[in-house]
Structures are given as C-alpha cells and as structure tokens.
C-alpha cells in the first residue's frame, strides 16, 4: 500500500512539474496572450518548487521527473541570476542622496520604521486626507513638499527632509498618458553639479485585459518622459509601485525604452510585496530605475505592519 501511495505520489508530482514548466516557457511569451505575463511573475517561487521536487524525485529514482525539475529550475534561475552579480562595487561618494517610498495601503500603514532612515526625500503613494493630515505628527523633520490626496489609492505626496541642503524644486502633478486619472509626481534637484529629475510613479494593477494594456501605455508614457529628460541634459530617476517584476518582458522594455537601469540588480531579489506573508515568499514590484549618470549605493525594503507593501529605501549619488 506504502509503495502504491508513494507511485501515486510522484505521478502528482511530475505533473505538476510538467505544468510549472509549461507557466515558466509561457511566461517568455506575453504577447500570446495577456495572461502570460502573470507566469513571468513567480520564477522565484518556481525554483523554489523545481529544487524541492528535484530533491524528491531523486530520491525516488524518478529520473524522468527530476530532469523536469532541475530544468525548472535552470529556465527560471537564469532569469533572476543577474541580480545576485555585479552591483555598483565602490563608488566614491561625493554628496549622495536617499530616498524612500511607501505605499501607504490608504493610509493605514504603521510609518513609525521610516523615521529611522532619515532619508532626504519621502515618495508616499495611496495618500488619503486623513493621512494628509497627520503628517506634522508622524514625521516631524519633514517638510511637505507637494501633496495630493484621494480618497481612492491614487493620492501622493512628497516630503523633504527639515536638513537636506539639496533645493527641490518645480513639483508638478503630472498625468500620464494625459488622459489618465492617476496623478503622478515630478521634482528637480541639482546633485554634485548633476541636474536630477525625478518621477514618483504608481502604475495599473494589471488584473484584467483592460487593465493590463493600460499598464503598458503608462509604463510607455513614463518611458518617453524619462528619454525627454535626458535629451535636456538631465538625470532621471523613477521610484514606485509599478505593479511589475523586474525579470517579467514589460519590465525589461520599460529599462529599455526609458535608457534607465534598475536599482535592484547586484543587491539579490529584495521583495515589497504583499507583506502580509513573509518578505522571502513576495514579489519585488516597488521599484527604483536610474539613468546612467547616477549609480546606487544602498538598497533595501523595509517590512512595514498594517500594509501590503514594504518601503523601498535607496540611496545613490552621481558617476564621477
């Protein structure tokens, strides 16, 4: 009975393996359907499920199966790979700047962790009137650079640090494409010489097709906003929740078309959400992308309690 359970037992698993393989391959093809792009999403948790088979299934002598899974493996290993390498080595550090961002959950986020990071600028998304509100208690070193609250989860804000000696300047409330009701925020600042524009940017939930175009044309817009920018001689910089992996094909054109690079590779996967499960099992989607000219020094998310999201802190300075 213990072997014929056991027989039973890595069938279910080899086809389970077959449909993990068969996500994986189609998570490379999205424009097949809107759909697959889901299955780009969770290549972490798909190596996570390729070695625990592989383990088993060698074990058993399932050869056939444990081939499918160490081939899981591989397909999506050789995807996250590139952000465990490289990374900015040992910049020298002339003035530096940090930032960090939070989406609030609609306010309900407990903010108290952020005020141990000091950093020179806050990027708060989901901002509510009533958080607006609050926001001389919860962060008394900082000023209110620019705020725009909803009642829905699109409010931001930005707030400067009462010490940083860097002048932000011209925050405007954008919308991108101009059609869209999101409302997002820029500033410029002037960093070692180096002028810096900065986007605070919080893209669709791609839950349905609908939706998951029009992530494309925000991410398309924000693309073409970063490219101006740097044809004025300026640096860009875009932090937020982009609702979007780093290793998904969307991502990947974004980096593209907006001559950006992203903060997280050479720091390994630091998952933002959902931070209601253990960060190890999230997903990286709050991300911070920068133009050539500017290279990160420091990079991590923050667990924050009463939210689906963790903060994203980064601190990066110019290329000498």
Known sequence: MRTTLTKFLNLIIIFACLGCLILSIGGFFPELNWRLGWYSHPRPHFVLFGIATAGWLMYQRVWFGAGVSLFIVIINGAVLAPFFMGGPGSPTVTDDLSLLHLNTNKGAADMAPLADYQADILFLQEV???????????????????????????????????????????????????????????????LNETRIQIMSLHTSRPHHDGADAFQQLELDAAADWSREQQSFGFETIMIGDLNVTPWSGRYKSFLHNSQTKDSMVGFGIQNSWTAVVPMWLGLPIDHATVSEGLVIVERETIPIDESDHGALFVRLTTVE
């Open 128 to 190: 509510t009137p009533e958080l607006e509100a609050n926001f001389d208690q919860l962060f008394p070193n900082y000023r209110v650079a620019l705020s725009h609250p909803l009642t829905n989860t699109q409010g931001i804000a930005m707030l400067t640090h009462e010490e940083l000696d860097l002048e932000t300047r011209l925050h405007t409330i954008h919308h991108m494409p101009w059609y869209n009701y999101r409302p997002l925020l820029t500033t410029h600042l002037t």
